[in-house]
């Protein structure tokens, strides 16, 4: 074969190499998506339910989320839950729930200790100082005849006491508390100043072997040394609408007319949400006559509350309790 038919050859062959090169290259697309990156893959491609856990390791935002949102922003399409809210249901206008934080409007609760042991009397100290961390001294409001009550309820609600500190020169609050039985207790300071109350609270923790009691289911009725009392709303309670609560009180069977006065009226009410204990503040009302004690109130979330009524006979202040069901 001579010079110029085999450079023909050559190049008819070189032609067949590159076509064949061009037809596997059309067979691997290199800008195709690998299964793992496409959309809906990524953080799992779960839904998490209301209320549910996010699975540890993951982001909880679902598929497609590319990085989890910033510290106190919430995910698109979604609010941020109030700080005064359970999660997943949003916080009611004019909510009144209080004694969820250390801290509020620029007051601060400081505990000398929150650690006791022993089942003798635990001294508790304190001071309420402002934003600047000065010690609130003459600030305070008489409210319900006290210028700060205290209210200290072990986590699960079987055990009340609420007292009235001492408050020394230095601004300082002291008081004995029984706390005689192991747990964790929540220690609320209810005051009132330029006219607006305020409940702060901390956690008090007592050694030993706690057995938490569950919550008792509602009943209308409660009794304590022979007295009965009968809890009634005027409508059903509901979420965010005002009721009155009415308590009429009474003693073998005849009710009891001649109710003393306590801490300016005929008796006193604190009310604590299951779960958090966030404190509600309720009204005294005139309306109750007798042997009726009757309070203004507006539960702010559906869920169970815990109420605990005070009122005074014959010189000495007793407690009843009841578990309330507030629908949405």
């Known amino acids: ?35 793992a ?26 598929a497609g989320a590319a990085q989890p949102p910033a510290a106190g922003d919430a995910p698109a399409g979604e609010h941020a839950p109030a700080g005064d809210a359970p ?18 409007d620029g007051f601060t609760l400081e505990p ?3 650690y006791f042991a022993g089942d003798r009397l635990k001294r508790f100290s304190f001071r309420i100082v402002d934003d600047r961390g000065r010690v609130v001294r003459d600030e305070y409001e008489r409210e319900a005849e006290r210028e700060l009550h205290l209210v200290v309820v072990r986590r699960d ?12 020169e230095d601004g300082t609050w002291s008081v004995d508390l029984e706390l005689r039985e192991p747990g964790v207790y929540r220690a609320f300071a209810d005051f009132q100043i330029d006219g607006q109350k305020r409940a702060l609270a901390t956690d008090l923790f007592v050694a030993g072997d706690f057995k938490p009691i569950p919550l008792p289911a509602p009943e209308p009725v409660s009794e304590i040394d022979g007295y009965s009392v009968e809890f009634a709303s005027s409508q059903p309670l509901q979420a965010g609408q005002a009721r009155t609560l009415t308590f009429s009180i009474s003693r073998g069977g005849r009710p009891m007319e001649n109710l003393q006065p306590y801490l300016g009226a005929r008796g006193h009410l604190v009310a604590l949400r299951e779960g958090d204990l966030g404190y509600l503040h ?14 203004g109130a507006t539960f702010p979330t559906a869920g169970r509350y815990r109420l605990f009524l005070q009122f005074k006979t014959g010189g000495r202040v007793r407690t009843v309790a009841y578990t309330v069901e507030v629908s949405r």
């Open 1 to 35: 074969m001579n010079v110029p038919a085999r450079l023909a050859a050559f190049a008819a062959m070189l032609g067949l190499a590159f076509g064949g090169a061009a037809l596997a290259g059309a067979a691997i697309d290199p800008t195709e998506e690998e299964p």
């Open 37 to 62: 990156a496409a959309a809906g893959e990524h953080g799992g491609g779960e839904t998490q339910a209301a209320g549910g856990d996010t699975p540890h390791g993951g982001d909880g935002h679902g």
């Open 87 to 104: 999660a997943g249901e949003p916080a009611s206008a004019g909510s009144e729930l209080s004694g969820l934080a250390v801290s509020q």
């Open 112 to 114: 000398d200790r929150t």
């Open 157 to 168: 609600t079987a055990i009340y006491e609420h007292v009235h500190p001492r408050k020394g």
């Open 282 to 295: 309720v009204h005294p009302e005139e309306g109750g006559g007798g042997s009726a004690v009757a309070f």
